[in-house]
């Protein structure tokens, strides 16, 4: 098998595990690795000096000065993986095999941003990681290969951010190695739906609960924004609380009432009216108080 040269544009938890696969692959050589502006990832760095792989700051990745530098590597494939700048067509039809990214989202639905959240958000009951070939569009090229995961009412942020560290880096190698060797059947996403749509990123003041709407939806929304994300919020008496886990109640009635309002304790925790039935909030942050289950402590 020939071997494939790389140009890893990368950053963060979702890049160290693909890079190690790639890395333990004697026919892949990985010329150069290009983190976020801002990055904030030392691992990435301490790979580069291990393993002797040049590591460039790449400001503006579509300059001409990066592209000069870039064309010096040869490399026969660019590779994508929580990188945050836009490829433009000169970069991207740079190498031999062009440039792939990584997208935890099954495309051509969910594209863009913060898609782990919205999926739960949204209720969805299984999403995708797809790797794709770049085009000058956001998250529109050509679908290399795409895998499916469900998803249980057990899960949360938490759960599917664990699972996506360690598929994406999966299905990412098996990319690479499918480019490598000649294999790839690529599949147009307008084949699987003509439109398909965009989520937008998650901005400060998002987290905030709205208790006019199901028992359902205030559940998904909480286990949405769950550690490690920034936790859902709401207010009693002037005072913000940060909300990471909330309980449906089976069984729960139907019935109209204050909405928002706080019914009942119970042993874990506070019972809420929402606008169908009501929810147990067993996981929060207020007053210097944090509760976990039915254990309560001070805020260090």
């Known amino acids: 098998m020939n071997k494939i040269s790389v140009g890893y544009f990368a950053d963060g938890l979702w890049s160290h595990e693909a890079f190690i696969l790639l890395i333990n692959d004697i026919s892949i050589d990985i010329k150069f690795i290009v983190p976020r502006i801002d990055t904030k990832d030392s691992t990435l760095k301490s790979f580069a000096s291990k393993y002797n792989i040049d590591y460039l700051h790449g400001e503006k990745i579509n300059s001409g000065e990066f592209l000069e530098k870039a064309k010096r590597y040869d490399c026969d494939l660019f590779v994508s993986m929580s990188f945050n700048q836009i490829f433009k067509n000169e970069i991207i039809n740079l190498p031999r095999y062009k440039t792939i990214n990584c997208h935890a989202g099954k495309l051509p639905f969910y594209r863009g941003r913060n898609i782990l959240n919205w999926v739960l958000i949204n209720d969805e009951k299984e999403f995708g990681i797809t790797v794709h070939f770049i ?93 490690p994300g920034p936790l859902a919020r709401t207010f009693c008496k002037g005072k913000e609380i940060k909300i990471n886990k909330i309980n449906l109640i089976e069984k729960a009635p139907i019935y109209k009432s204050t909405i928002g309002q706080v019914v009942g304790k119970s042993k874990s925790g506070f019972i809420v009216k929402t606008i169908d039935t009501t929810i147990e909030v067993v996981e929060y942050e207020y007053d210097g108080r944090i509760l976990v289950g039915d254990r309560l402590n001070n805020k260090n």
């Open 135 to 227: 085009d000058e569009g956001i998250d529109t090229g050509d679908i290399i290969l795409q895998r499916i995961y469900p998803i249980t009412d057990k899960d949360d942020y938490s759960t599917l951010l664990n699972l996506a560290y360690k598929e994406c880096a999966i299905i990412l190698y098996d990319s690479v190695k499918l480019v490598q060797m000649g294999e790839v059947n690529k599949k147009k996403q307008k084949e699987i739906h003509e439109v398909g749509f965009y989520c937008g990123v998650r901005r400060i003041g998002d987290e905030i609960i709205n208790w006019n709407q199901t028992s359902r939806q205030i559940f998904n929304f909480v286990r949405a924004l769950c550690e």
